[in-house]
Each structure stands twice: as structure tokens, then as C-alpha cells.
Nanobody, 115 residues
Framework: QVQLVESGGDLAQPGGSLRLSCTGSRSIFSRNAMGWYRQAPGKQRDLVAYIFNSGHPVYTDSVKGRFTISRDDAKNTVYLQMNSLKPEDTAVYYC?????????WGQGTQVTVSS
């Protein structure tokens, strides 16, 4: 089982920003593309963005232009900078490999966007 730990979630106002972080073992970061996923209440867990070992990012349409994924393999950390937040971004955010590993889900970090 791979342990990934997410942090940085908080309450933000619409239009605001948050930065999420996810740390894990060197072995998982050095070998895999890493992704951010989110699960809103009553909905399935969906992919938000992922980043290859090369640093090339890929975004889903819902966050393109607002979110930025990055990684620092020296720190075994992947980040998600979230700008121009919307109420529909409210969810628990998780990191995992991309494609995800079913045994690697962490606790996630709650992001709530509300005025």
C-alpha cells in the first residue's frame, strides 16, 4: 500500500485561491505520473489534472485555465494551485498516481468554496 498525504484544503470565497500539496514516497513519485482527483458530495470521484514525470500537465475542461498542477520530485510532492475558485469546486481532493492505484487513496483534503 502506498501512502499519500494531502493538505492545504480550506474554506475559500468564490474567486479566491488555494494551494494543495500531496507528499508520498520517493518510489511512487519517481516512477509515475501523478494526478489530482476530487469527489463532491453525492458524486463519483473524478480526475482533475495529472502531470507526467517530464512535467507536462494535462487538465480536465472544468479546471483548465484556473488550476495549475506541478511537481517537485526532490520533495516527493505534487501541488495543485487553484485560482478563480467556484462553488462547484467544492469537494474532497485526493492525489494518486495517474492512472490511479486503488490501494493508494489517502484521506484527502476538504475544499469548500462559499461566500
Amino acid at each position: 500500500q502506498v501512502q499519500l498525504v494531502e493538505s492545504g484544503g480550506d474554506l475559500a470565497q468564490p474567486g479566491g485561491s488555494l494551494r494543495l500539496s500531496c507528499t508520498g514516497s520517493r518510489s511512487i513519485f519517481s516512477r509515475n505520473a501523478m494526478g489530482w482527483y476530487r469527489q463532491a458530495p453525492g458524486k463519483q470521484r473524478d480526475l482533475v489534472a495529472y502531470i507526467f514525470n517530464s512535467g507536462h500537465p494535462v487538465y480536465t475542461d472544468s479546471v483548465k485555465g484556473r488550476f495549475t498542477i506541478s511537481r517537485d520530485d526532490a520533495k516527493n510532492t505534487v501541488y495543485l494551485q487553484m485560482n478563480s475558485l467556484k462553488p462547484e469546486d467544492t469537494a474532497v481532493y485526493y492525489c494518486n498516481t495517474w492512472p490511479y492505484r486503488s490501494d493508494s487513496w489517502g484521506q484527502g483534503t476538504q475544499v469548500t468554496v462559499s461566500s
